[in-house]
């Protein structure tokens, strides 16, 4: 009988006791993934297990791992607090200030105007090429400009050619003879991220030739030695000497595949403004359009005419090539661009960082004695930043969640994006991030988000590395990616 009545029980209490039960197993499984997260000692041990390699021997680390949504969580932080050079993670602060202050629809400007007239297939006078800042303008971009003034019926210019690109500041390259492309000035006209690339023909008998091939360059390749057996970078030296009319480049050294295929035989270019106006010049004898005169800078006068007005792709597309590149020339057009705003001074770099400190102070919150902003590009090891700070960024990026979803579509996708496919997170996980590499001096930097699938998910990480005097070359992902792997055991 009694049986019976606790049967019986049983069966009227069943949703109550199942209930019951389900919170218990939950509260378990809490328990334990809490302990998992917060228990600083056991997660401390794992770090110091994976530091312990001797890569990690002189190197300072900051660290950061936290849950951003739906909740703000720390999962694990360590040396969160002091100053380390952020190479070009600081690229993600850049992409921050541009789309919160033009937006990500923003568009470009570069305008082509006439003092003449045009008269049946005559332009008598002379063609102004004015830049307002486009932080790059492609070969087929320009060939279309070239392609719209024929459509208007010139194929003859009785007048020069003259580019004008006083709306920024000049900069000049940042080393003297040495063409690396990643130390290319920025300009107000900037054309093919002010670069050359040094390409291999597909004739019968291959020959080295300049990408894009136009009058502004030319060069000298007797002294490199092109293996096309070697697997290894070459790392050739590409040395340049201005000359009126152009660049002449000299190039030395080994290279061989891996060196075309993943474009390091690319050199700078020292006059953005005549670069342009000679492809201009070249693309327009092309089309079957005759110049009388030259090519001149000169600033646009007031009084003339519009031709074609060259409208950039958005904003969000440049910030897409800048943090998937690395694209230093986008990075600095970009703050002279700001830098317009502040009159203070006829430095439109040095404004533009100006303004770059403001914001991080007044919108991100980050204390001024947190931080020091030397360059925009990552290149300087001047530059500092706390680990702490950039979460800062990510997480004031995470706030609003347009602005979240285009800066997560502007990263490098692990697994995904060209360069990274072989880098496969794991199946639960999407991972998108920014690296910053300064090899030789020993910086290994990465910033991103990782989404949980089929999760609302997510979380930011912090990983920056140092290393404190001469030693090894560190390499991109020396120091980052076995941190980044032990982060994805913890979430």
């Not at 030397?374 to 706390?386: E, H």
């Amino acid at each position: 009988k009694n049986i019976k009545v606790l049967q019986y029980k049983i069966r009227m209490n069943y949703p109550r006791i199942v209930a019951i039960i389900l919170l218990l197993l939950l509260s378990i499984e809490q328990t334990h993934f809490a302990v998992q997260i917060e228990n600083p000692a056991q997660l401390d041990y794992q770090y110091q297990n994976i530091i312990k390699n001797s890569i990690y021997k002189n190197v300072d680390m900051g660290v950061m791992l936290y849950q951003i949504y739906p909740t703000y969580k720390r999962i694990y932080r360590k040396n969160a607090f002091q100053p380390l050079i952020p190479a070009s993670i600081i690229k993600v602060l850049i992409s921050s200030i541009a789309f919160d202050q033009l937006g990500p629809y923003h568009r470009f400007k570069t305008m082509i105007r006439t003092d003449g007239y045009q008269k049946n297939n005559y332009l008598y006078g002379n063609i102004y090429i004015q830049g307002y800042g486009a932080p790059n303008i492609t070969v087929q971009e320009l060939k279309n400009a070239v392609y719209q003034l024929k459509k208007l019926g010139i194929d003859t210019i009785k007048g020069h050619i003259y580019y004008d690109n006083h709306y920024f500041s000049t900069q000049k390259p940042k080393h003297n003879r040495i063409a690396r492309y990643y130390d290319a000035p920025s300009s107000a006209l900037t054309f093919n991220s002010n670069s050359v690339e040094f390409v291999m023909s597909d004739t019968i008998v291959p020959v080295l030739k300049p990408s894009p091939n136009i009058s502004y360059i030319r060069y000298n390749y007797t002294n490199l030695n092109i293996d096309s057996t070697r697997e290894i970078p070459g790392a050739p030296k590409i040395q340049w000497v201005p000359y009126p009319w152009g660049d002449d480049y000299h190039l030395s050294g080994v290279v061989g595949q891996s060196d075309f295929k993943n474009h390091y035989i690319k050199a700078l270019v020292s006059r953005p403004g005549l670069y342009i106006a000679t492809a201009f010049y070249d693309y327009c004898h092309e089309s079957h359009i005759s110049i009388s005169g030259r090519i001149i800078a000169k600033k646009t006068p007031s009084k003339t005419k519009t031709l074609i007005t060259m409208t950039s792709p958005p904003l969000s597309s440049f910030i897409k090539q800048l943090n998937q590149e690395s694209n230093n020339v986008i990075a600095e057009n970009l703050i002279q661009f700001l830098g317009k705003k502040n009159v203070s001074t006829n430095n439109t770099l040095a404004n533009g960082i100006d303004i770059l400190n403001d914001y991080c102070i007044n919108t991100l919150k980050i204390n001024p004695l947190h931080f020091i902003i030397d360059d925009v590009t990552g290149l300087s090891l001047t530059n500092k930043f706390k680990a702490n700070d950039f979460m800062k960024i990510l997480r004031f990026i995470n706030k609003d969640p347009k602005l979240y979803q285009i800066m997560q579509n502007s990263l490098v996708q692990l697994g995904v994006t060209p360069g990274y496919q072989s880098l496969k997170p794991p199946l639960n996980m999407a991972i998108y991030l920014k690296t910053g590499t300064l090899a030789y001096s020993g910086v290994n930097t990465m910033v991103g988000f990782i989404q949980k699938k089929n999760t609302n998910q997510r979380y930011a990480f912090v990983i920056m590395g140092n290393r404190k005097n001469k030693g090894p070359i560190a390499y991109k992902g020396t120091y980052t990616y076995p941190i980044l792997n032990w982060f994805y055991t913890l979430i």
